[in-house]
């Protein structure tokens, strides 16, 4: 029990910052931390929902920035061409998400371990070509949003922090559904197939078909991440679908430690802050940023999770 | 007589040039434990592994009661009734026992696309899966992890699983592999247990056990079904006794 109380209690102060900090930062003006927060929950929302698929699923999906340029396309074109009603964007960002993840995963769970891992990278890469080919939404060069979604009164979306707290509910609505489904029937299934796939066959479970309604629903939080990050920095462009960014968001998963709750948050966070400040030190950082990543992987089973438990432990 | 509950018919399947099971034919009656037997290499998990739909034969049928299964895929088979126990342990590793035991309940207690509620709270379930494990001697040890359970304990939890799906008929693949004596001898007598229950198909190198057990033997050697009768006679055959007990003749007169 007390290797829990030391992960809960660093877990209990990290949301406690991501509650307050905006307040301070609202008070003393400071509008610097208040960006670099805003775009850690959004990111760490992305990790969340890569988390369920990959951690909880075990299926390593490769290509799950593609959700991000989805669901920021959605929301970049809709606005261009003259829809601004969030609540058209938003079901639009998470209905094209969800269809996307139905097809490429009808097609990639055909596959296993590096087969899924390529198959998936290779479709999201495909996303940024054709991402990069609409040239009507500025092609190569992205497309800005000149103007955020319009959610007619109820939360004004231009307003730092409260859009800064839609982010913020968002995530942690996120993460209350992902409770709620890796202890459901669906999601014992789910876990119970990462752990021995045979089995879950022997004893009825046809593997796919539960494999594919999680790929979906982790593709669909991914979108909403995707249209979230469209509004922050009022621009979306195929870089958010590089396949560098998957790398990323599957760093924050294992960083923070698969398969836990907030584990993918933390990971985020640490991720996030890192880059944020090795790269105000050196232009170099990722220099830096790779060892101390190498570190974790090679002697933090579990991720910052799992060695919190461990000092609880010991 | 009446429809048997499994019927094996004409079954084939080659390897290359390798014919691994040779047209075998044979039924398993409803209450009855029909032991497979044979020298390793016999084919005796090839057959195992088309009756549970993991292989598909290239000719021959298999049905269940009365219904063809032949090329039904695995998970189709266990909702039928056909529930299996592997030769090699299989289980859930990082989940509990329990767990591991209400997952095969819930596959055949309604649907499991249900993304809310804690199937970990739902009574029926977790009933079963401690009805099951209580059956096998295993109620004590429901909330540990199932890495944590002891070889022996883990065959248990195998053949728990099989039950909790409250199957027609159990094939179990060696379920007294690995087993030291003592842990032997009380499979032996759960199983004397089971079978009053369950119809069921075993697959064993325990010769005593199988013995013990069985209401019928067929003895399987390479591929074909060279015999098939109660103990007693299988025992008196000659073709098994030069067959198969043959080969430890050739063992103990010239090792």
């Known amino acids: 029990m007390k290797s829990l109380s030391v992960s809960k209690a660093v877990t209990a102060v990290m949301l406690a910052g991501l509650v307050l900090l905006p307040l301070y930062s609202h008070l003393s003006g400071n509008i610097f931390i208040l960006t670099l927060l805003t775009r850690i929950v959004i990111l760490a929302l992305a990790a969340a929902s890569l988390n369920l698929i990959m951690g909880f699923g075990g299926l390593m999906s490769f290509g799950h920035a593609a959700y991000l340029g989805i669901g920021g396309y959605a929301v970049g074109m809709l606005a261009q061409e003259g829809v601004g009603s969030g609540w058209i964007q938003f079901p639009v960002a998470l209905a094209a998400s969800a269809v996307y993840a139905l097809v490429i995963g009808a097609l990639s769970l055909r596959t296993r371990g590096v087969y899924f891992i390529m198959i998936t990278l290779a479709f999201a890469q495909m996303a940024y070509y054709v991402a990069s080919g609409l040239a009507r939404y500025g092609g190569d060069d992205g497309l800005t949003v000149y103007k955020r979604s319009d959610f007619s009164g109820l939360i004004d979306l231009s307003n730092r922090t409260q859009f800064y707290y839609l982010c913020l509910a968002c995530l942690l609505g996120v993460i209350f559904l992902i409770w709620r489904i890796v202890n459901s029937r669906f999601g014992l299934v789910v876990q119970g197939l990462r752990s021995n796939e045979q089995r879950m066959q022997a004893i009825g479970f046809p593997a796919k078909r539960y494999q594919l309604v999680c790929f979906v629903i982790s593709g669909t939080m991914c979108g909403l991440a995707g249209a979230l990050l469209a509004n922050n920095t009022d621009f979306v462009s195929p870089a958010v679908m590089y396949w560098t960014r998957s790398g990323d968001l599957m760093v924050m998963v294992i960083l923070g430690g698969m398969g836990t709750l907030f584990g993918p948050v933390m990971g985020a966070v640490v991720f996030l802050l890192l880059e944020e400040f090795l790269s105000q030190i050196t232009e170099y950082w990722a220099l830096i940023m790779g060892p101390l990543l190498l570190l974790v992987v090679l002697f933090g089973r579990g991720g910052i999770m799992g060695m919190l438990g461990r000092v609880g432990r010991g | ?255």
């Not at chain 2, 040890?141 to 099989?162: M, P, Y």
């Not at chain 2, 027609?168 to 009053?196: C, F, H, I, N």
């Open chain 2, 1 to 255: 007589m009446a429809e048997p509950l499994l019927r094996v018919e004409k079954l084939v399947r080659r390897f290359g040039g390798i014919i691994a099971t040779d047209n075998v034919s044979l039924d398993v009656a409803a209450g009855e434990l029909h032991a497979i037997i044979g020298p390793n290499g016999a084919g005796k998990t090839t057959l195992i592994s088309q009756l549970t739909g993991h292989l598909a034969p290239h000719s021959g049928s298999v049905s269940l009661a009365g219904r063809d299964i032949t090329y039904l895929p695995a998970y189709r088979r266990c909702a039928l009734g056909l529930a299996r126990s592997f030769q090699i342990t299989s289980l859930l590793l990082d989940f509990t026992a329990a767990d591991n035991v209400a997952l095969a309940a819930q596959a055949h207690a309604g649907t499991s696309f249900r993304f809310f509620a804690d199937a970990r709270k739902e009574k029926g379930l977790r009933d079963a899966a401690h009805a099951a494990l209580d059956r096998v001697g295993l109620a004590h040890r429901a909330d540990v992890l199932v890495s944590k359970l002891s070889h022996g304990e883990r065959r248990q939890i195998e053949l728990a699983v099989a039950l909790a799906s409250k199957p027609k008929l159990l094939l179990l693949d060696e379920p007294m592999a690995g087993l030291g004596v003592t842990e032997s001898q009380g499979m032996v007598k759960l199983l004397q247990e089971l079978r009053k229950e369950v119809s069921i198909v075993l697959v064993e190198h325990d010769m005593p056990a199988v013995f013990a057990l069985a209401d019928r033997i067929s003895v399987l050697v390479y591929g074909r079904v060279i015999a098939s009768g109660d103990p007693a006679a299988i025992r008196q055959n000659e073709d098994v006794k030069r067959a198969y007990l043959g080969d430890q003749h050739v063992v103990t007169h010239h090792g």
